[in-house]
């Protein structure tokens, strides 16, 4: 589906400072050149599919988990790269990315100073060079979503795919009080937001040229950008699609999650202003359930 070209090897990456980063402000400066420590451009042609996988502190899954990946891609012969989007780690986890860089053509990384998921996410969505792009998580990298996303992207005309952890079908195999936070932040977003869909957070596939500008556009970062990249892609017209999956993770978040609870709340309130009451309604968001066709998911 996606080709078996093999690119030659590139050189490892290296940095430079981009300064100190900014807060986005959905203006439409890249928050690539303003938050990041950059690697240098590919010296290869652009991949069909690129994976960014944000990462924090993850010196001790970081290495086996790209190189899991990387082998499940290479049995599929795809035609892709890994970006990693590193942030503000304190552990050896930059010292990592840089030696597998070195050893992996396929795989490069960029760097903030900062502990930002959100800004670490967009930054690799505008850095990503592959025709398709799948943001996702260092501790769950389930490649079977890989399969069905790519597959609804080509041939039914989705402009995102995301993996929902809540749709009919899933498999949610994470600790209770992770799944009840998941379920008080879609109860949050439906009644704040008008979300239409059941999950926000789970792993998304999408079509770059489409859905890259979108991501410029997202005004929130940490936690929610992830929330307002579905959201606003819906609003704007974008055929955004759901599939259940199955999920287990690694290992425990590497945030505390009730410290992320006081910065959510403010910025779903900023969303609201800027969704809801300065943007025009208008969603198209349906949901695909293994053994049925695209329907419009419910708003209850």
């Keep these: 589906m996606l080709g078996n070209e093999r690119h030659p090897a590139q050189a490892a990456p290296r940095e430079r400072d981009a300064g100190p980063g900014t807060p986005a402000n959905g203006r439409g400066a890249s928050a ?3 938050l990041t420590n950059r690697a240098e451009p590919h010296q290869m042609a652009s991949p069909k ?5 944000p990462v924090y502190n ?18 599929r012969g795809w035609d892709y790269e890994i970006l990693v989007a590193e942030n503000g780690s304190k552990d050896r986890t930059v010292e990592i990315l840089r030696a597998m860089a070195g050893e992996y053509p396929r795989l490069r990384y960029i760097h903030s100073q900062e502990p930002n998921y959100g800004l670490a996410l967009r930054s690799g969505i505008l850095e990503a060079a592959g025709q398709f792009v799948v943001a996702d998580e260092i501790d769950l990298c389930d490649v079977r979503f890989y399969d069905r996303a790519l597959a609804l992207l080509e041939a039914n005309g989705a402009d995102m795919v995301v993996g929902s952890k809540r749709a009919p079908g899933s498999r949610d195999r994470r600790p209770a009080y992770r799944r009840l936070a998941t379920a008080v932040h879609n109860t949050v977003l439906k009644l704040a937001l ?4 059941t999950d926000t957070h789970g792993v998304k596939a999408f079509v770059r040229e489409r859905i890259a500008p979108t991501a410029e556009r997202c005004v929130v ?3 929610v950008f992830a929330s307002e990249l579905v959201l606003r892609a819906a609003l704007e017209g974008k055929k955004v699609v759901e ?3 199955s999920i287990e993770e690694k290992r425990p978040p590497s945030i505390a999650l009730f410290k992320r609870v006081p910065t959510v709340l403010k910025q779903v309130c900023r969303l609201f202003w800027v969704l ?13 359930h293994p053994s049925e066709g695209p329907k419009k998911a419910s708003g209850s």
């Design 243 to 245: 599939i259940p999956v």
């Design 49 to 53: 599919l690129t994976v960014v996988v």
């Design 194 to 197: 008008g979300f239409q869909g």
């Design 58 to 75: 993850e010196e001790s899954i970081v290495r086996e988990a790209c190189q899991e990946l990387m082998a499940q891609l290479e049995e």
């Design 32 to 34: 690539v050149n303003r």
């Design 276 to 288: 809801r009451v300065q943007a025009p309604p208008g969603r198209n968001h349906e949901c695909v």
């Design 221 to 223: 970062d940490r936690d």
